[in-house]
């Protein structure tokens, strides 16, 4: 079993940034793909990002291109999603997941084929 918890939400002002974090414990990240997604009220959770811990490589969503990065710590088994210019419309309950890194390429922006889940961080940005 993997056990995520995410860390790093909170309130910000339109423009801001903040940095999200997802730490895993029982398990370590190396055969894994690791995404983050969020869901706002009334919506979808919907796919931001992934890294694929093995080779580093990184997806992102249009929302995030150019405003979000992903990134690792490999000493700490830590993912990070820095976010910057944030918007009111990235509101949301910020999640991260694991997916197996085999075949995760034609699965990763489905929520559905991600087997752990962390409990959710919530972003609230202000106009």
């Not at 580093?56 to 993912?79: E, H, L």
């Not at 210019?85 to 997941?97: M, N």
């Not at 197996?100 to 489905?110: I, L, N, Q, S």
Request: hydrophobic share 35%.
């Amino acid at each position: 079993q993997m056990q995520l918890v995410e860390s790093g939400g909170g309130l910000v002002q339109a423009g801001g940034s903040l940095r999200l974090s997802c730490a895993a414990s029982g398990r370590t990240f190396s055969s894994y793909c690791i995404g983050w997604f969020r869901q706002a009220p009334g919506k979808e959770r919907e796919f931001v990002a992934v890294l694929n811990w093995s080779d580093g490589n990184t997806v992102y969503a249009d929302s995030a291109k150019g405003r979000f990065t992903i990134t690792r710590d490999n000493a700490k088994n830590t993912v990070y999603l820095q976010m910057n210019s944030l918007k009111p419309e990235d509101t949301a309950v910020y999640y991260c997941a694991a997916i197996g890194a085999v075949g995760y390429g034609a699965h990763y922006r489905y929520p559905d084929h991600y087997a752990y889940w962390g409990q959710g961080t919530q972003v609230t940005v202000s106009s």
